[in-house]
């Protein structure tokens, strides 16, 4: 089953790290040495703030990814736990983008690539687990607050197995609190 | 601070006031979400939504420029339930009658039309922070940038004193210190009324030691607060008080300074203006002298955290050819005027320094070293004192050793709204960005991830009303200036109040700031004063505009901008 | 040849610690870890991560002064590029000028709240008292 990466709330800070260190983990090693305007800004990853809430949302890496049935080129690919885009392949139908339950993906140009009518070439972006990447996904490791956990599947299996033991037990005290009472 | 950064994670109440560490200081943030996270309970009084507020048991929204009518109302309430440390109060302060004169007034009732927060919500907190232990107070500039900000941090420092949180862990009040190192310029007595390490000008044996120490008699009157310049370049009440030089150094007043159309006329007129830095800014436009000096990374020193812990910094990379040491610059200007100045290596200052302050005397280069940092006061070299984590153990700084109540009645800000100009402005930091923004806006990365001309926080209500979308560019206009920023439509401002950061050119919030000073601190109105929207029709003219205006600007800051695209007329 | 140097954020008042790999050929910070510092605790947020990289001098927002310059031929006149001698002696000829006709409280100078640290702020201090003879000694606290 594939993993995917959750915010928590209480928290985040809404600082925003996470999205910079999206960037540099997907730009390659060597962002600094680069011209500082010979890369693109596209963090897969999007803080959102409302009244109650700041925490930085992506993709839920799905087990029938919505956005890999969309797409009519077939370059979204499941393999290893992660959904990811083959951002060659691209023709950036938005189909995808559309299709995603969790706006999770978005359109972002590639640096230095332009369409033969001069304009710069746009493909779909969304979160990849770093998985091109050694250490796990960055958003994770550079949170001052540990806002971000990679969730596996197995995590969410055990707390289900809590969550039932615990129901189980408040049934069984129920009914017995119950007959306690009508005696 | 009286408290150490790390103990704010073992406060049992964080009263959050005035304060956001979440864009400020993330990494203080973090200690108080972990707080949070191991039981703490939090009060949050801000007038907007911030990240505190959104993890607090109790936020108070109360309406900009109220601070003080609230604090006297919280300590009412403190007072009528009879919530005080009595034996604290007994044998450790002075002044609580007279102070108990003040805070009567202001009932919850009284107070609650002034703040907009009802009066059960006022008692609620009041009690919520007099009866949870250990209680910290975290401030910040939404307490210091008012006319009246003095007044708020001591009648903070009384509801702390009413409850016994000083001298022990995890409590007392913490001003959480903006710039790296504006603890540290204070501690070396860059200020008017100071030597280093605190000790006041009018005091003559203090006096005595430092001219004994460097040879010259000084002089005994209390200098020019620096937000004062402006008026005393311009319109001197007494002409034999005009500034004729202003030697600006590691900063921006024509970015940073309130109403800056007056802060730069202030320097166009000013006969000598001297500019030492590492990057071109706005006040260097008006300079007529630049001195470039080498960088943080480029050479070494101390510098004092906010909690007031020196800590070493170390030099990393060689300075480009051409700049030199700051202290290295002063000191040969000085010699060149007459007074000799001649050191060796930063070491050589901080020993002299040291000698010079009691409470600094045993911060060695080799125990700041050896243990990370040290947190003042550490009045010995011995390896064994190893500094303060918090302030007033047992007694107070005060000559009878007691904590001293001091009240007085609240005052709104000096402008307010009215039909000409009907929103509050109230600014502050952005998370990504630094003061005058010439070393972050030079950084690729908070570069791409906000850049100009900044936003400006409306609530949608408003929005609806101007018929504003969020990501418009606007222009708001002041009494003194305007600018021209992006709408960020959101409901973490109150209607009839909007916020900006003020780090932009264009988006330059300090163009439309008052400067209405505190009479004590000399800290200008930031937090408060009034403005209008202006709707700009034509939409495709004002992204053009920021085009084009940034790169005119950056143009002459010394970029080559030659091989940018031309903006799309 | 990488070393590593372990120094405090340029940033807020924070002060957290944060290990650099500094590339010593080619004079150039290349990366920037957390490091344990008592107020940091091995974190840091988006400024100290990835702030640093404005030592390199890559011409964004504005551009690195290198070398002293001065108004010759007034507040019209552009600045131009002079050695320090002539740049120290010019500050000190008009500092001098203005304090003998003014008077010493007609000078107005400033220590900062950020990069330069304490030693800096001391000697400005310092300078202000001891040679120009006034406490118009004051820094950017208030923002």
């Known amino acids: ?183 | 601070m009286t408290m150490g950064v790390q103990e704010i994670e073992d406060a049992g109440l964080i009263l959050n006031f005035g304060y956001n560490g979440a864009d400020s200081h993330p990494i203080v943030q973090r200690r108080i979400i972990r707080a949070r996270q191991k039981g703490a309970k939090i009060i949050c009084v801000d007038p907007r939504v911030i990240e505190s507020a959104r993890i607090a048991d109790i936020h108070l929204q109360l309406k900009g420029g109220t601070n003080l009518a609230l604090v006297n109302a919280l300590c009412n309430v403190i007072y009528t339930e009879g919530l005080m440390d009595e034996k604290f109060i007994r044998e450790k302060t002075t002044d609580f009658d007279e102070f108990v004169e003040v805070i009567k007034k202001y009932t919850p009732e009284d107070v609650s039309p002034i703040c907009r927060i009802s009066p059960e919500d006022i008692r609620k907190a009041a009690r919520l922070y007099a009866t949870t232990k250990p209680a910290m107070i975290l401030y910040g500039m939404g307490v210091c940038q008012f006319g009246q900000a003095v007044d708020v941090v001591k009648t903070l420092a009384d509801m702390a004193l009413m409850t016994g949180n000083f001298g022990k862990p995890a409590t007392g009040i913490g001003p959480v210190r903006g710039q790296n190192n504006v603890q540290g310029a204070c501690d070396m007595g860059a200020l008017p009324n100071n030597y280093p390490g605190y000790q006041s000008i009018t005091d003559d044996a203090v006096r005595e030691k430092f001219e004994k120490a460097w040879g010259v008699p000084l002089s005994n009157k209390v200098g020019l607060p620096l937000t004062h310049v402006p008026r005393r370049v311009l319109r001197p009440e007494d002409p034999s008080k005009q500034i004729h030089a202003y030697y600006i150094f590691g900063e921006d007043p024509a970015q940073t300074d309130p109403d800056i159309n007056e802060v730069r006329e202030a320097l166009e007129k000013c006969d000598l203006v001297i500019l030492q830095d590492i990057f071109m800014n706005r006040a260097g436009q008006y300079a007529d002298v630049v001195l470039p000096s080498t960088s943080w990374g480029e050479h070494e020193g101390v510098y004092s955290c906010c909690d007031r812990g020196f800590q070493r910094f170390h030099k990393m990379i060689e300075p480009p050819e051409g700049v030199k040491v700051d202290w290295q610059i002063i000191s040969e200007i000085s010699t060149a005027m007459g007074y000799p100045m001649h050191y060796n290596n930063t070491q050589e200052i901080w020993d002299e320094m040291r000698r010079l302050c009691p409470s600094f005397a045993g911060a060695t280069y080799e125990k700041l070293e050896a243990t990370g940092g040290v947190q003042w006061p550490c009045r010995s070299e011995d390896m064994s004192d190893k500094g303060t984590v918090y302030l007033h153990k047992g007694k107070f700084s005060n000559p009878d050793g007691k904590g001293r109540f001091y009240a007085t009645d609240w005052r709104p800000p000096q402008e307010l709204t009215d039909t000409e100009y009907p929103l509050i402005l109230n600014t502050g930091r952005e998370v990504g960005h630094y003061s005058a923004r010439t070393m972050t806006g030079n950084c690729r990365l908070l570069r791409s991830l906000e850049d100009e001309p900044g936003w400006v926080q409306i609530n949608p209500e408003d929005c609806l009303e101007y018929g504003l979308e969020h990501g418009d560019l606007v222009r708001l206009e002041s009494r003194r200036g305007w600018c021209l920023s992006r709408v960020s439509c959101t409901d973490r401002t109150s209607p009839g109040a909007v916020f900006m950061t003020y780090q932009w050119w264009i988006g330059a919030c300090n163009m439309l700031t008052n400067p209405n000073l505190d009479p004590v601190s000399n800290t200008p109105e930031y937090k408060y004063c009034s403005v209008r929207i202006e709707c700009i029709e034509d939409q495709a003219w004002a992204e053009n505009y920021v085009v084009t205006e940034y790169r005119r600007l950056r143009e002459s800051m010394g970029i080559d901008v030659s091989g940018e695209e031309a903006a799309v007329q | 040849m990488t070393k590593q140097v372990e120094s405090i954020c340029p940033y807020c008042g924070a002060g957290c610690h944060i290990m650099f790999s500094v590339d010593e050929a080619a004079n150039k910070i290349v990366d920037a870890v957390p490091a344990k510092g008592r107020t940091n605790d091995g974190t840091l947020c988006l400024k100290g991560h990835y702030g640093w990289d404005f030592l390199n001098d890559p011409q964004i927002l504005t551009k690195r002064l290198r070398h002293p310059m001065i108004r010759k031929g007034g507040k019209e006149s552009p600045l131009e590029e002079v050695g320090w001698d002539e740049a120290i002696h010019f500050v000190a000829g008009r500092l001098t000028e203005i304090k003998n006709t003014y008077g010493p409280d007609a000078i107005m100078g400033t220590a900062s709240a950020r990069g330069p640290g304490n030693e800096a702020a001391y000697v400005m201090q310092k300078f202000m008292r001891a040679c120009v003879g006034t406490n118009n000694i004051d820094h950017c606290a208030r923002i």
């Open chain 1, 1 to 183: 089953m594939n993993a995917f990466v959750k915010g928590n709330p209480d928290l985040c800070m809404g600082c925003r790290t996470c999205m910079v260190a999206c960037v540099v983990s997907h730009t390659g090693r060597h962002i600094f040495e680069l011209d500082p305007d010979d890369y693109t800004f596209n963090p897969k990853l999007h803080m959102v703030k409302t009244r109650a809430i700041s925490v930085p949302v992506q993709c839920k890496h799905c087990e029938n990814p919505a956005c890999m049935a969309a797409c009519p080129q077939k370059c979204i690919h499941m393999e290893d736990g992660t959904v990811f885009i083959d951002t060659e392949n691209c023709i950036g139908c938005k189909a995808c983008m559309e299709a995603c339950p969790v706006g999770a993906i978005d359109m972002a140009p590639v640096s230095g690539v332009y369409q033969p009518d001069g304009k710069e070439r746009y493909v779909a972006n969304k979160c990849d687990l770093c998985r091109e990447q050694s250490g796990g996904p960055a958003c994770i490791r550079v949170c001052p607050t540990e806002a971000l956990k990679l969730v596996s599947y197995e995590e969410i299996a055990d707390t289900a197995q809590e969550r039932r033991l615990a129901a189980a037990k408040a049934n069984a005290d129920g009914s017995l609190g119950a007959a306690a009472q009508a005696k």
